[in-house]
């Protein structure tokens, strides 16, 4: 991408209500989670840094991006967390044997799909998890779903709750949880994903909808994160998978 797309992607993904309500959910998933103060984290596929700040919260973190570009805007947004975040350049799998300690907690947020091989980076992920360290992954569901939208964020697939869960356990990972999420919009999603197929067009992902609605929709979705608490949920547009190093 060019330096305007990364910059307008860094705008986005701080106000958006996907990416916002985003962060809720997975602040309430990660808290769940009792790691040890000062956690050890990763963070695989880091972006222009808009989830640095929810993470740092909890531990210090390596953040590994591919590219210099979204590296250099990351590191401009954590100037006031720099002391608790690396950035390394790198991609999947290839360079992850040459990060020099293991973690708490790994997250790949929607990461994974972005991958030619999966697997390989998921088995290597699991032996740099610590003993009793968690993976935290999100992705796209329901392959029936592919259409412009995923051509467009450049998708390599899109996973079902059984393929995510088999390529976990390929890889020498143990799976504690996977569910679905974003479900209370899972409707509007999926007319809206049927819209596009059928005009074989995509909305533009940097469109942020007015505040009113924006807020609302933001709204709307991080409740989930309550229902999470309590719930595996039996549909939505993504999943979230929590897994441990096999035994």
Not at 23 to 45: C, F, N, S
Not at 85 to 97: H, I
């Amino acid at each position: 991408m060019s330096p305007d797309a990364y910059i307008e992607m860094a705008r986005v993904q701080e106000t958006h209500w996907w990416f916002a309500a985003r962060r809720d959910i997975l602040r309430a998933q990660i808290r769940a989670l009792d790691l040890p103060p000062d956690a050890d984290i990763l963070e695989v596929g880091s972006g222009t840094g808009a989830n640095l700040d929810l993470l740092a919260a909890f531990g210090k973190v390596v953040a590994l991006e591919m590219t210099a570009e979204a590296i250099l805007l990351a590191q401009q947004r954590c100037h006031d967390i720099a002391g608790r975040v690396r950035m390394q350049q790198g991609r999947c799998p290839q360079d992850l044997a040459a990060l020099d300690r293991r973690f708490d907690l790994i997250c790949l947020f929607d990461v994974l799909e972005h991958i030619d091989e999966d697997e390989q980076s998921l088995a290597a992920l699991a032996g740099l998890l610590k003993p009793g360290g968690k993976l935290l992954v999100t992705v796209p569901a329901y392959s029936w779903m592919w259409g412009p939208h995923d051509v467009h964020l450049h998708h390599k697939r899109r996973y079902s709750r059984k393929s995510l869960t088999a390529s976990c356990v390929r890889s020498g990972l143990a799976v504690s949880r996977v569910s679905h999420f974003n479900a209370l919009l899972f409707p509007l999603a999926v007319m809206g994903r049927m819209w596009e197929k059928w005009m074989n067009r995509t909305t533009a992902a940097t469109q942020t909808p007015p505040a009113p609605l924006n807020t609302m929709l933001r709204k709307v979705f991080a409740s989930e994160r309550h229902l999470l608490r309590r719930m595996r949920l039996p549909f939505g547009l993504s999943l979230l998978l929590l897994a441990e190093p096999g035994k």
